[in-house]
Nanobody, 124 residues
Framework: QLQLVESGGGLVQSGGSLRLSCAVS????????IGWFRQAPGKEREGVAV????????YYHYSVKGRFTISRDNGKNTVDLQMNNLKPEDTGVYYC?????????????????WGQGTQVTVSS
């Protein structure tokens, strides 16, 4: 079981940027895919971006491609999500999660450990 702690959320105007960070601890962190998910009010949680273990392949939800970038630092056991050109529809609670990803999409990731979440609010 891994432990994940998110940081970096906040309030930003439309068009602005935020950088979220996920600190991961536990055994064999390098073996797991790490993903960022979000849940907007009244909506189901959805995958935003995933970075795989080892080769660090990255996958994004179509709505954030070209605006968000996921990266990981295995030496520090952190996974960051750089979010640029934010839109009001990006508002929600953002969670990082560790798990397995046998496919080539955000949707193919199977999370098994979750962080507590961090709020991102984008005003228009």
């Amino acid at each position: 079981q891994l432990q994940l702690v998110e940081s970096g959320g906040g309030l930003v105007q439309s068009g602005g940027s935020l950088r979220l960070s996920c600190a991961v601890s536990g055994d064999n962190v390098d073996y797991y895919a790490i993903g960022w998910f979000r849940q907007a009010p009244g909506k189901e949680r959805e995958g935003v971006a995933v970075i795989n273990a080892v080769v660090r392949s990255t996958y994004y939800h179509y709505s954030v491609k070209g605006r968000f970038t996921i990266s990981r630092d295995n030496g520090k056991n952190t996974v960051d999500l750089q979010m640029n050109n934010l839109k009001p529809e990006d508002t929600g609670v953002y969670y990082c999660a560790a798990g397995d990803n046998d496919g080539k999409s955000v949707e193919s990731m199977t999370p098994h450990s979750w962080g507590q979440g961090t709020q991102v609010t984008v005003s228009s």
